[in-house]
Every structure is written in C-alpha cells, then in structure tokens.
C-alpha cells in the first residue's frame, strides 16, 4: 500500500539525512531537505494516477523522514544547547497541533478549490518562506549572536 512505502522510504532515508548531517552539518543538510520538499510539492500538482500516486509516496517519504532528524540537530545548533530539551518539547508539541490542524486546513482548501494542486503549491510556498527564513537564521552574524548569548549563559 501506499502508507507502506511511504513508511519504508521514512526508515531508510531517516539514516541517510543523519549520515548526511554528520557530514556536511545541518544547515546545508536543512536546505537540501527543504528544496526537496518543494520540488515534490510541486511535481505533485502534475503528475497523477496510480504511478503518480506511487511516486508521491514514495518521495514524501524521503523528504518526510528528515522530519525526525530535523530537531534533534538543527536546534541546539541554532538556538544553543541551555535549554534543549524545553526546545525539543515545545517543537514536539507544535508538530502535534500542526498534525490535528494541518489535515483539516488541508481538506477545506481542497474542498473549496477542487483540487489538491492549490494546497500543494500553498504548502511549497510556506516552505520557500521557511527556507528564506532559515538562510537568514543561520547567517554568520546571527549564528555569532546565539553564540554569545549561549556564552554569557553559561558563565
């Protein structure tokens, strides 16, 4: 079925991104998975049928899977490690709100528009603006800040 493959794809790739992050660190590991997330949001407005339903499952399962890497990595990198585990549970809590708010957003988009290509390019558009927002986050004159900031804390 297609939730298997889905799942399948998640398994295998989850290691993948974290070899990947080890290597390469999880900035350009970030923006590897987000310009990936666009790209199949966007392929999925156009392909279509049992081979396209394939095909999407399969790709958001690669691009999903990083998911769970996503937080553990990125943000003690990004905020500093003082108060990690508050981070980690509060993104787990905001994951689970998006989880019960996202199908219904979702399907009413889908229901007022007739179609899915709507939600899937809204959805590419929120992960451009997140990329965005993401390059300049982890810019070398913010990243020296949070490191001030972790520095001052822990003196």
Known sequence: S??????????????LY?????????VKTNIIYTSASIAVLVLGTII?????????AVLFG???AYGGVLGAVTL??????????????LCNVVMGIGSMIGPLVASFIIQVSGSISLFMML????????????????????MARIKTVEAQGQE
């Open 48 to 56: 279509g049928g049992f081979a396209g339903g394939v095909a999407m």
């Open 18 to 26: 974290g070899t990947i992050s080890d290597r390469i660190g999880p």
């Open 123 to 142: 959805s590419a558009v929120i992960c451009a603006v997140v990329l965005v927002l993401f390059v300049i986050a982890t810019s070398k004159r913010a």
């Open 76 to 89: 003690g990198y990004l905020f500093g490690t003082r108060a990690i585990a508050t981070l980690i549970a």
């Open 2 to 15: 297609m939730i298997s493959l889905y799942n399948g794809f998640c398994i295998v790739w989850v290691f």
């Open 62 to 64: 690669i691009v999903a």
